[in-house]
């Protein structure tokens, strides 16, 4: 008959048992020490979203779905004029006229990140054809003139009114 390779022992006592202290020097377990606990934040529910985030992400997911449907020929691409730089305008364009139309996509998820208080990195998942394909996007504040009120549509020397407005700069899909 064989020995076996493998000796199991039983685990050894990592605690001293406890002995009654009948005055003969016996063993009493260590007293915990009181730690100091930094204060504790109040709760919060949720966080504020400031309103330049607020407004990005509505022209965000606005924007992106406008590319999707002109991307599938279900708008034309003079629709994102106001919304786009018009070199991105030029490739969508091109983009949208090279390519079979495939099956409509739809948009699942969107996610931003500020970079500063005029731009914004863009990134999100849509769906195609049974499957799931990513993006990302870059919007800015940009100039762009405004028509003068009526009031003010004298002939006057006032200077064009100017207001700053999300454009989408950059866009790609992998």
């Given at each position: ?9 039983p ?7 406890l002995r ?16 100091e606990?930094?204060?504790t934040p ?7 979203l400031s309103t ?6 509505r ?9 999707l ?5 279900r708008r ?9 730089t ?8 091109v ?5 079979a139309?495939?099956s409509?996509?739809s ?6 990140q500020m970079g500063g208080p005029?731009?914004a ?10 499957r ?6 870059r ?9 003068t009120?009526?009031?003010?549509r ?6 064009r009114?100017?207001e700053?407005?999300w454009?989408l700069?950059?866009?790609?899909i992998?």
């Amino acid at each position: 008959m064989e020995t076996p390779r493998v000796l199991i022992r039983p685990a050894p006592q990592y605690e001293p048992p406890l002995r009654a202290s009948g005055g003969t020097g016996g063993v009493t377990p260590p007293r915990p020490v009181p730690r100091e606990r930094p204060p504790t934040p109040p709760p919060t529910t949720g966080r504020a979203l400031s309103t330049a985030t607020t407004e990005a992400r509505r022209f965000a997911i606005a924007t992106v779905t406008l590319v999707l449907e002109v991307l599938d020929r279900r708008r034309t691409a003079s629709q994102l004029e106001p919304h786009v730089t018009l070199c991105l305008l030029d490739q969508l364009t091109v983009l949208s006229r090279s390519t079979a139309p495939p099956s409509s996509a739809s948009l699942r998820r969107v996610h931003i990140q500020m970079g500063g208080p005029g731009a914004a990195e863009i990134f999100g998942s849509f769906e195609r054809g049974g499957r799931v394909l990513a993006f990302a996007a870059r919007i800015e504040q940009l100039p762009c003139r405004v028509r003068t009120p009526p009031e003010k549509r004298r002939r006057t020397l006032l200077p064009r009114l100017v207001e700053y407005r999300w454009h989408l700069v950059d866009f790609a899909i992998a």
